[in-house]
């Protein structure tokens, strides 16, 4: 029997406000010291009242236009009873009946549309530190009240690439609107997901619930196994168990946690701390004209502006600080262009000058990058700099070799690829008569390997150029050398 696999997911995404959700306390994940980011407000303390951190209403908003969702003009808070000891006041302000955001979309590579049902806005619990060979647990209240956007998916996906590609898509979108940092590692983007398959009538068969996903590759292997485990269980005649699994990365498989046999009462109910909420329309365009360049939409208009590889656009596209330097790059390509030809470039020829620009970038540049870990603009090297040098590239004023000493030196001096060049004597030589003598010197030296050249042997030409390029210092145009070769063999 063919199953279908029936996949929803459910994403916790701490916001990157300053203050928690309903008071002052600092919210800083990389606090290294527990229970410091606290107050009686966010530890539940009698007699305090919460006030609601407009930022935090405004950046789910921000991620719900985005996301192509309607906004609630009117909605509430509302508390969720459940006692756990990372829980300080035995409940959390949510949001159940009336969320924020309702019914958006996120479309994946391959068009498939995977449909959102509702993101709402909460706050979250503190962490548990479970040592082991101990009889107790400890509570770091620091994460208690920070603010929580939970987004919650109709079960469209029906692979773990899938569920990778929308969780990656989905984490890169929350950067680009600094609506959260969504670092897995750091527990500020947890990712859960629910998965069942079809029965032989199409119903679809048991849920099962998989937890403490720390990064979006197990998110993703999690479900291929949870697949074929559930497979195997329907084919070997048994029934799959309603229960909560986690992920194991050694092992590669899931295990069970805790069977889950009915869902609990929170008892939701108004809270009553709180005021409603109702936003005018205004409010709501006021926030989406703020909406930055999207990431689908940075995709498409570098092919259409610049018609990079695919490759090179994904890149750019996901390492923001290097695509921004890229495209300042290429605003300043042209002028260096029009200081060495009069005629204005084509766009055949615009994009020629992209396309290496976008190559010295992805395969130079980056190697000097990750021995700082740093970004471009934490360099010496300005975008204008680096133009000059791709534009002698370009128009091989200097070989390929001599472009990587130039950018070395450009990366430890701040110099411009002129200075550099004049002082290191790396100018490439494109003179038929400077390389003549060159030319005859490693013939004279190497008659075998021409003879083989005139007998048909294509590799001894590859071989006299290179001599050729070491009799001149790497100073020689090799692509002037290999036709000059040619000719003297004749």
Not at 8 to 28: P, R, W
Not at 202 to 207: E, I, L
Not at 327 to 338: G, R, Y
Request: charged residues 30%; glycine residues 4%.
């Amino acid at each position: 029997m063919k199953y279908k696999p029936v996949i929803g997911l459910e994403i916790h995404a701490q916001l990157n406000t300053k203050t928690k959700m309903f008071c002052d306390s600092l919210n800083n994940p990389d606090e290294k010291h527990p229970n410091i980011n606290i107050c009686p407000i966010c530890m539940g303390h009698p007699g305090t009242l919460p006030v609601i951190n407009k930022a935090a209403l405004d950046k789910v908003i921000m991620a719900g236009l985005a996301l192509n969702c309607s906004i609630a003009r009117d909605t509430f808070f509302e508390r969720k009873n459940y006692f756990y000891p990372d829980l300080p006041k035995g409940y959390q302000i949510s949001q159940y009946l009336k969320p924020l955001c309702e019914h958006g979309t996120l479309r994946l590579r391959g068009g498939k549309e995977i449909r959102i049902t509702r993101i709402h806005l909460e706050e979250d619990a503190g962490r548990l530190q479970h040592d082991s060979g101990s009889e107790y647990s400890l509570v770091d209240y620091n994460r208690a009240g920070v603010p929580l956007m939970e987004l919650v998916t109709e079960p469209d996906f029906e692979t773990g690439e899938e569920v990778r590609e929308f969780a990656q898509e989905l984490q890169l979108l929350l950067r680009y609107l600094n609506v959260s940092d969504a670092d897995m590692e750091k527990g500020l983007m947890r990712v859960e997901v629910n998965i069942s398959l079809t029965n032989e009538d199409g119903s679809w068969g048991t849920k099962v619930e998989i937890k403490n996903l720390n990064s979006i590759s197990a998110a993703a292997a999690s479900v291929d196994y949870e697949i074929n485990r559930q497979k195997d269980v329907l084919e070997s005649g048994e029934t799959i168990k309603q229960e909560t699994r986690g992920w194991d990365d050694v092992k590669r498989a899931t295990f069970s946690q805790r069977s889950k046999e009915e869902a609990h009462d929170y008892r939701y109910f108004p809270e009553p701390d709180l005021p409603p909420l109702h936003f005018e329309d205004a409010e709501i365009e006021a926030l989406r004209s703020t909406l930055p360049e999207l990431p689908a939409q940075r995709r498409e208009r570098f092919k259409t502006q610049y018609n990079l590889p695919e490759a090179d656009i994904e890149l750019f596209t996901m390492n923001r600080p290097l695509g921004n330097f890229f495209e300042h790059v290429a605003s300043e390509l042209l002028s260096f262009e029009k200081l060495s030809h009069l005629d204005r470039p084509d766009k055949e020829h615009q994009e020629r000058l992209y396309k290496l620009a976008s190559n010295y970038l992805i395969t130079e540049l980056q190697k000097h990058l990750a021995l700082l870990g740093a970004s471009p603009e934490d360099t010496k090297i300005t975008p204008e700099s680096f133009a000059d040098l791709v534009v002698r590239v370009f128009h091989k004023q200097i070989s390929s070799s001599a472009a990587q000493t130039v950018l070395q030196e450009m990366f430890e001096t701040g110099l411009s690829p002129e200075q550099i060049i004049k002082e290191k004597d790396l100018g490439q030589v494109s003179d038929a008569a400077a390389l003549e003598s060159v030319i005859d010197a490693v013939i004279e030296k190497n008659q075998k390997a021409a003879e083989d050249y005139k007998a048909g042997k294509e590799a001894s030409l590859k071989f006299l150029v290179g001599m050729a390029m070491r009799e001149s210092k790497g100073k020689a145009n090799p692509q002037l050398l290999e036709e000059l070769i040619k000719q003297k063999l004749k």
